[in-house]
């Protein structure tokens, strides 16, 4: 705690009052000498103790803002708050704050044991050897303590970083795409690991990924970021069923966004004309005041049958559809089905055995519930986020 104290005197103002106990960032901005801004003003809490995942394709200024938190980058402006203090000018040292890279950077000389006592040796921490056991057990590596780094796999390497970073009890431990250099089946299993250990540590993890399936699989709250700023933060489901933009609705998971003009606003509900036909849309799930609207509808939300077949009344049914693309993927069928107005939909539909297979060129409608749809503001790209995202 000692290093906390002595960053509230480093800090401008060190406001302990009215503190907020996890990580505040408040209109924090970073614009390079080169004149970049990298960041634009972002505002965010990261609740104390909670696994966060800050989502977004390369370049949209995630590394920036954890370099910042990290100390190794300086804001233009705003401010950023650990734990009630302040800590926007402290030095890097001087924060409660550890970081674990891609590349871990193990010393290859010291053996994994002295890799992880190596920063509290120089501390002259007490109790070193019961510390460095206690974490080598939780990250599951306590029989390799006295191998060294290139006898270990990626995976064992980055958990061996994973406990030099843990064993400083840190406040905040920031993940700068630590899974990234590992293949696709190891990284499923460490998504686990990561989020094993987090539970059993119970301290904050700021994890930085451009892999949505890895955000989601983690954390229990993303902020999806683009461009320098948040555009969604939410829990992993409420992102996916409600997205507020078209980069959110396109950079996770797929959406079917079709163009529609608002003919009714009741209280809860909002009908929406699609190309002539009718649909509701929840108004918790609007989110533009526009005329005009993008009505989104992720593809395994819509159910495809024969023409005519009232698949699921009263659901929002849409005829005159065309099969213009199937491909079987083992768990799904996912249809391209052309629709009157010229545009392909997004079908996906579980191979449950029990439901019909369609073939390209047959006459077909899609229905799906107005509770899964959604309504985006039509100035916004339809297709943004969707090369990123996919
Ligand atoms: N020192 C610098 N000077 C000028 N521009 C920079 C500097 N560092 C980064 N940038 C630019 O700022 C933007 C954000 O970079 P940043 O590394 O934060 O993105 P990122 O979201 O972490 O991307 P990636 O996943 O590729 O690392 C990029 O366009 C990058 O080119």
Same mark, same amino acid.
């Given at each position: 705690m000692s290093s906390l104290d002595e960053s509230v005197t480093e800090g401008a103002t060190g406001q302990a009052a009215a503190s907020y106990d996890g990580l505040r960032l408040t209109a924090l901005t970073k614009r390079y000498p080169n004149g970049f801004t990298a960041v634009r003003g972002i505002d965010l809490d990261v609740p104390r103790g909670s696994f966060f995942a800050l989502l977004g394709p390369s370049g949209c200024g995630k590394t920036t803002t954890l370099r910042m938190v990290a100390g190794l980058e300086s804001p233009t402006s705003g401010s950023i708050e650990l734990a009630g203090n302040?800590?926007? &000018?402290?030095k890097p040292y001087r924060r409660p704050v550890n970081t674990v890279f891609q590349n871990y950077a193990l010393f290859p000389h010291l053996d994994i044991f002295e890799n992880v006592a190596f920063g509290m040796r120089r501390r002259k921490v007490a109790d070193v050897d019961a510390k460095v056991g206690e974490m080598l057990d939780l990250v599951e590596l306590g029989p390799q303590a006295r191998k060294k780094p290139a006898q270990l796999s990626g995976g064992q390497q980055q958990r061996v970083a994973l406990a030099r970073a843990l064993v400083n009890q840190p406040e905040v431990l920031l993940l700068d795409e630590p899974l990234g250099a590992l293949d696709l089946k190891l990284r499923r299993s460490m998504q686990i690991e990561l989020k094993r250990i987090q539970t059993e540590v119970g301290l904050t993890f700021v994890h930085v990924t451009h892999d949505q399936e890895e955000a989601m699989t983690m954390a229990d709250t993303v902020a999806v970021m683009n461009a320098g700023v948040i555009e969604q933060m939410g829990s992993p489901a409420e992102l996916y069923e409600n997205p507020r933009s078209t980069f959110v609705a396109n950079f996770l998971g797929q959406s079917n966004l079709i163009g529609g003009s608002v003919v009714r606003r009741d209280a809860d509900v909002v009908t929406v004309d699609m190309q002539g036909i009718h649909v509701s849309v929840p108004a918790a799930r609007?989110?533009?005041? &526009?005329d005009q609207g993008w009505v989104g509808i992720r593809p395994e939300k819509v159910l495809v049958g024969d023409a005519g077949a009232e698949l699921d009344a009263p659901g929002n049914t849409i005829p005159g559809g065309v099969v213009s693309d199937v491909s079987f993927v083992g768990v799904s069928t996912q249809y391209l089905v052309r629709m009157p107005w010229g545009q392909e939909l997004t079908v996906f539909a579980q191979n449950t055995g029990r439901s019909k297979i369609f073939s390209v060129g047959e006459q077909v409608e899609l229905s799906w519930r107005p509770e899964y749809a959604f309504l985006l503001d039509r100035s916004q790209d339809v297709n943004a986020g969707a090369e990123e995202g996919a």
């Open positions: 302040d800590i926007t &000018g402290a609007v989110h533009t005041d &526009g």
